[in-house]
């Protein structure tokens, strides 16, 4: 069974610091790996995946299978990053579209 | 374009009651899920659906929870009869390809 782990809860930082957000993941085949963010008073939403390989609103994530994580990244956190973030699997083959999510990170950036 | 709509946005029942929500997706929109967010969690998918036909609902209490997806379009979530852990938000959301678009969730309380 495939399982995400975001090992903090929550993370803050000032503006302008650069800011890292946990995930690992426990699955035998080849993933496909997503953040969602959920910014205050909106709908969950699509950040990136690993297979686009691009950059959103400054943010980055680089699959790392020999360790097993997906971490976000942002060199310079804004103050409307704060949200709350889920890493979230998904395992693929007739599992396709069912995602697992880890229990979340709230991001708090300072002025 | 419209997002997915749910309804209705909070319910407070008393356990023991039933209760059912109503999920609109996207246009289009051949999958539908919906999922369990408890407190302080992820969400955690309950049932998928390819146009009107079940894809995988094995974390579904099926012995209190149900769903359907008529034609292929709306759905309803029913919980009956609720007990105090199904106290969450019930998300629904719907995909064309792998990125999922989120309702704004229903809030159910159960006293």
């Known amino acids: 069974a495939q399982r995400v782990t975001q090992p903090e809860k929550l993370l803050s930082v000032f503006k302008g610091a650069p800011v890292e957000l946990k995930c690992n993941y426990s699955?035998?085949?080849?993933?496909?790996l997503f953040w969602y963010v959920q910014y205050s008073r909106q709908r969950l939403q699509l950040l990136l995946r690993?297979?686009s390989r691009e950059s959103i609103k400054g943010f980055t994530a680089d699959l790392n299978k020999g360790e097993t994580s997906f971490h976000l990244k942002k060199p310079f956190a804004q103050e409307e990053d704060s949200a709350m973030y889920y890493c979230?699997?998904?395992?693929?083959?007739?599992?396709?579209?069912?995602?697992?999510f880890g229990q979340g990170t709230i991001l708090t950036v300072h002025p | 374009e419209a997002g997915v709509a749910q309804s209705p946005r909070y319910k407070i029942i008393e356990k023991r009651q039933s209760v059912a929500f109503w999920c609109n997706p996207i246009?289009?929109?051949?999958?539908l899920y919906w999922y369990q967010q408890i407190l302080g969690q992820g969400p955690k998918l309950l049932i998928q659906?390819?146009?009107?036909?079940?894809?995988?609902d094995s974390q579904l209490p099926k012995d209190r929870f149900s769903a359907e997806r008529l034609k292929g379009v709306d759905s309803t979530l029913k919980i009956q009869p609720a007990k105090l852990e199904d106290s969450a938000v019930y998300l629904c959301?719907?995909?064309?390809?792998?990125?999922?678009?989120f309702g704004p969730g229903t809030r159910l309380t159960v006293l």
């Open positions: 690993h297979i």
């Open positions: 959301a719907s995909s064309w390809g792998p990125k999922q678009f």
């Open positions: 699955y035998s085949g080849s993933p496909e």
């Open positions: 659906f390819q146009n009107n036909g079940v894809v995988d």
């Open positions: 246009s289009g929109h051949a999958t």
């Open positions: 979230a699997l998904n395992a693929g083959g007739t599992s396709y579209g069912k995602l697992t």
